[in-house]
């Protein structure tokens, strides 16, 4: 079946260090890879996707590319700030799932806390 | 402002009582959801609806029931908790038929079972 493991957390940053978060899949064929993030207080939200190998998916300063020959989808960011405090969620749908959004596979999520 | 709005936040339940988690999305969406969220755990998913049709249900004890009455809302009923049952109940929403349409979710409720 469809799996993904994330790096244990808790992760414990000083503001502007460099972040990674280690985010590996297992599935069959070319899945569509997420990460969302979850604010305290809050629920989930769409952080940033890629849909084919070698994609690279961007926003507010995060990165992930779709490494399809180490199966990951590792999230970077060069400098963290305390607003990024939050748990992060790696997850895949697979493919041919033919819009059937339900079928998302999440990750345990690892809560980064970013100090000043 | 997500859209998607979930009451209450909080609730603390003994064993033996009922109640009903509320959750309503504005967004137009054709699709709901409930996931279960444990500490050190996966998010795991429970319902899903799909336009007032039932679509899935991961083999969730019956002391847990759904009810969504229109595409808006989505209910879940709960009754005769056990302790284990104490997590973080998260209702999402999305528009089937669009492949890898994000999921919508709530802040959610954080239940309690004494």
């Known amino acids: 079946g469809n799996s993904v493991t994330q790096m244990e957390g808790p992760v414990t940053l000083s503001e502007e260090a460099f972040l990674t978060i280690n985010c590996t899949y297992t599935a069959t064929g070319y899945p569509s890879l997420f990460w969302y993030v979850q604010y305290p207080g809050e629920g989930l939200q769409l952080l940033l996707k890629?849909?084919?190998?070698?994609d690279k998916g961007s926003n507010k300063g995060f990165e992930a590319t779709y490494r399809k020959e180490t199966t990951s989808f590792h999230l970077e960011k060069g400098s963290v700030q305390v607003s990024d405090s939050a748990v992060y969620f790696c997850?895949?749908?697979?493919?041919?799932?033919?819009?059937?959004?339900?079928?998302?596979?999440f990750g345990k999520g690892t809560l980064l806390t970013v100090n000043p | 402002e997500t859209g998607v709005t979930q009451t209450p936040r909080h609730l603390v339940m003994g064993m033996t009582n009922k109640k009903s988690l509320k959750c309503e999305q504005h967004l137009g969406h054709n699709a709901m959801y409930w996931y279960k969220q444990s500490a050190k755990k996966p998010l795991e998913l429970m319902f899903v609806y799909s336009l007032e049709e039932r679509v899935e249900n991961n083999s969730v004890p019956s002391r847990f029931s759904p009810e969504c009455p229109n595409s808006s809302h989505l209910f879940l009923h709960l009754h005769t908790l056990q302790p284990e049952d104490s997590a973080l109940y998260l209702c999402?929403?999305?528009?089937?038929?669009?492949?890898?349409?994000?999921?919508?979710f709530g802040s959610g409720t954080q239940l309690s079972v004494l």
């Open positions: 890629a849909t084919k190998a070698d």
């Open positions: 997850a895949l749908s697979p493919p041919n799932s033919g819009g059937s959004n339900y079928k998302l596979t």
């Open positions: 999402a929403s999305s528009q089937e038929g669009l492949i890898n349409e994000k999921l919508f």
